[in-house]
């Protein structure tokens, strides 16, 4: 059975002690859980399967920005608390989205990282609020945002807060056979022009299942820092985004075929780490 690990034991050692920003900076990390919260047995089941696997990080949404208003718009915030409940059961960080100026104190009672939406991206006012929070911001580009205006939007928040991860997951694209363009280069760029964290949001790039596996190779290889994917118990029950809900078989799936290039990255980054001698010398 594969799981998820960090990519160096030296990781490992400096993530056991750090704060969960540090955390995601360093390493490979996996990301995932419902688009939302539904029920108690639903994010229990899914937290309790994920962190079987050495996923840390469970995501969760309790308030939904939706298309149509006659979507489901979430639990609020007892979706909020049972994800705290199940991330806590398990020692895991949790991430849900915040919406609105208003809604920052509320989401900051129960989440680790607050999650800034692709709709809310240049919205303007909340990155502002989020800048005079001491949490980590994890930051979606916009549906046709720039790989500048995504950078843009992150100054906003790094105007006082300096923990901003940046989330690629897609832009609006021409073809047809899934929901977004996955913009791996744009990934590549936002490492390049940045020194902020950078996770591939899969699920919604992709918006189905059957080629996240090998999209989550191609992450690690590209040497982001993570990837967020969406993970139900039961797909054909989820309440939103059904089609790009992944199972729990086809998730160990795509954590075999993610893992030897995990265990290829793991020796580059060991090959560039200083020798200890070499680095008692130099200190």
Known sequence: MATVTPVTNAHIAQSAASSPYQRLALG????AGPCSIETQEQIRQTAAFL?????????????KP?????SFQGLGEPGLQLLREAADAHGMLAVSEVMDVEAVPLVAEYVDVFQVGARNMQNFSLLKRLAKERKPVLLKRGLAAT???????AEYILQGNPEVVLCERGVRGFEPL?????????????????????????????GRTDIVAPLAAACVALG???????????PAES???AAQ???????????????????????????RQPAPELVEACG
């Open 66 to 70: 939706r298309t149509s208003p006659r």
């Open 178 to 206: 899934t929901r977004n363009m996955l913009d791996l280069s744009g990934a590549a760029l936002l490492r390049q022009l940045s020194p902020l964290p950078v996770i591939v949001d899969l699920s919604h790039s992709t």
């Open 239 to 241: 309440v939103s985004d």
């Open 147 to 153: 790989v500048d205006e995504t950078l843009c939007a």
């Open 245 to 271: 809900a992944i199972s729990f078989e086809r998730f160990d799936e795509i954590l075999a075929t993610m893992a030897p290039y995990l265990a290829a990255r793991a020796a580059v980054e060991a090959a």
């Open 224 to 234: 982001v820092n993570g990837m967020m994917v969406e993970v139900h118990p039961r």
């Open 51 to 63: 962190a079987s696997r050495g996923v840390k990080i469970l995501r969760g949404g309790a308030f």
């Open 28 to 31: 490979f990390h996996v990301m």
